[in-house]
T-cell receptor, first 111, second 112 residues
Framework: GQNIDQPTEMTATEGAIVQINCTYQ??????LFWYQQHAGEAPTFLSY????GLEEKGRFSSFLSRSKGYSYLLLKELQMKDSASYLC????????????FGTGTRLQVTL | NAGVTQTPKFRVLKTGQSMTLLCAQD?????MYWYRQDPGMGLRLIHY???????AKGEVPDGYNVSRLKKQNFLLGLESAAPSQTSVYFC???????????FGDGTRLSIL
């Protein structure tokens, strides 16, 4: 599979900006996914990066550096509904058929 | 468009009982996956399928079997349930390549 590391928990204030980091093995790299999962619900797709750089999608942006094995998810203008777990996922080395998921970063947005 | 549907949503079993979890997708996706999610361990791949009639082992296949007789359905079987298999099970599907996976709502399984 892959070794994926991301922080376990983060807390941020409503209206603020938060950055959730993810590191992974670089060999055989074939793209990196971010998913959002609210408590008790299914993961939902947020973003996919295969090239270096920042991709913006409304309040959410995702960054990738392939040479450093590093990605981050940037959430702007935080809202209470953004309280959720954010999962980083990368393909198994050498294949795009299956993903390895990180353990997820649980984000708590406070007033 | 229902997407990915899992049945049942909840189930309680006794140790040694068997059961089958059903996953159905209506998006004509080639790839289907079964994961389990446990606290602090993230999503772990049990088995997957790259097309009708094919199956392959994931990271944690022991104690589970799968079948993909029809393209739209992916069944996960527990032949003799054990307490260690208490978990939330998610099914997912994707069309191919680097497309994102779409997840069902999950099955919460407790084994006593």
């Amino acid at each position: 599979g892959q070794n994926i590391d991301q922080p376990t928990e983060m807390t941020a204030t409503e209206g603020a900006i938060v950055q959730i980091n993810c590191t992974y093995q670089t060999s055989g790299f074939n793209g990196l996914f971010w998913y959002q999962q609210h408590a008790g619900e299914a993961p939902t797709f947020l973003s996919y990066n295969v090239l270096d750089g920042l991709e913006e999608k409304g309040r959410f942006s995702s960054f990738l550096s392939r040479s450093k094995g590093y990605s981050y998810l940037l959430l702007k203008e935080l809202q209470m509904k953004d309280s959720a777990s954010y999962l980083c996922a990368a393909p198994f080395t050498g294949t795009a058929s299956k993903l390895t998921f990180g353990t997820g970063t649980r984000l708590q947005v406070t007033l | 468009n229902a997407g990915v549907t899992q049945t049942p949503k909840f189930r309680v079993l006794k140790t040694g009982q068997s059961m089958t979890l059903l996953c159905a997708q209506d998006m004509n996706h080639e790839y289907m996956y079964w994961y389990r999610q446990d606290p602090g361990m993230g999503l772990r791949l049990i088995h997957y399928s790259v097309g009708e009639g094919t199956t392959a082992k994931g990271e944690v296949p022991d104690g589970y079997n799968v079948s993909r007789l029809k393209k739209q359905n992916f069944l996960l079987g527990l032949e003799s349930a054990a307490p260690s298999q208490t978990s939330v099970y998610f099914c997912a599907s994707k069309s191919g390549g680097n497309q994102p996976q779409h997840f069902g709502d999950g099955t919460r399984l407790s084994i006593l």
